[in-house]
């Protein structure tokens, strides 16, 4: 028969289990405080690294965007001093049409491109004073489309939205029309606000707009006329179906050198019959009032870009619209 074991013996190995036992849970408390710990500074640190990065950016994106309109109004004291030159005429010519190089501006540098609005055919033009629809207007702007390869019959819908009534073109679309879509609105028959409205009208697609971005524009009111001076080649053909292509692109080349003074000497560079009448001498002008001014300023690692539409009106240049833009072309 085996011996007792001696009860000292046996208190002694139990205490040191115990003493062992408490060291373990210890070493596995310490451990996982550590771990803890440990996650809790390096997301500490994450956090911090993400809220620096925030702030930075959020900096650098005010800084963009007080540049960006400091180069529009450099672009706007600019048309201020052509304003006041004695030429009498706008032109490609002009010290706003030139594309300036980048401009380095403390940690930045910000480029500016001013254009002119009314080298373009003014949508609110197509709509006479009491509301119903300028034929003339019309008959350009659906041989603009045409030349845009944009089938003329869109125009229904546009003129429907212009015009005061409730009777819908051919093509076109009416209060009724709108209302049955979800969500229902009602159309403005009135003068388009901006360009982009042209997104609530029947057909004008996202694709389209941007076909036409380039020959179209929506300034107030519907009394502006088209700059010979400046407007594209399209627009111009747009007015004067009955000119040639050749003598068009002739006059195109010669504007650069020699811009046109008035509609007397634009009859004859563009080879009309002096007692020959033509409506579209009453559409165009060689002075203009309305410019768009794109700046795009650029703080390591944030860009912003603004597209304003101003107003120039003797010694007075006033911003119309502000809104961001896309990135910077060259003047055409």
Partial sequence: MAPAAHPQFVEGRTAHFSVVSQSGAALVTTLLAVTLLTIAVVEFAYSSQVDYHLAHNALKALQANYLARSGVNLAMLVLKRDGQSASGIDSLRDEWAYPLPPLPAGEGMVMIRVSDEQGKVNLNALRNSNGTINRTWRDVAERLFALREIEPGVLDPLLDWLDVDDFPEPRGAERDHYSRLTPPYVPANGLLLTLGE???????????????????????????????????????????????????????????????????????????????????????????????????????????????????????????????????????
Avoid: C, H, Y
Wanted: no cysteine; charged share 20%.
């Fill in 198 to 332: 042209l997104g609530r009208i029947e057909g004008f697609s996202a694709a389209m707009r941007t076909r036409l971005a380039e020959v179209i524009t929506v300034l107030p009111g519907n009394n502006t006329l088209v700059n010979v001076n400046t407007a594209p080649g399209e627009v111009l053909a747009a007015l004067f179906p009955m000119v040639d292509r050749q003598t068009l692109e002739t006059f195109l080349v010669s504007r650069i050198v020699v811009p046109v003074r008035g509609v007397n000497e634009l009859r004859e560079r563009l080879g009309f019959d002096p007692k020959v009448q033509t409506d579209a001498f009453r559409l165009v002008s060689v002075r203009s009032e309305f410019f768009a001014v794109t700046a795009l300023a650029s703080v390591d690692p944030v860009s912003q870009a603004l597209s304003v539409i101003v107003q120039r009106r003797a010694a007075t240049v006033t911003p119309m619209t502000w809104q961001t833009a896309l990135p910077l072309r060259g003047q055409g």
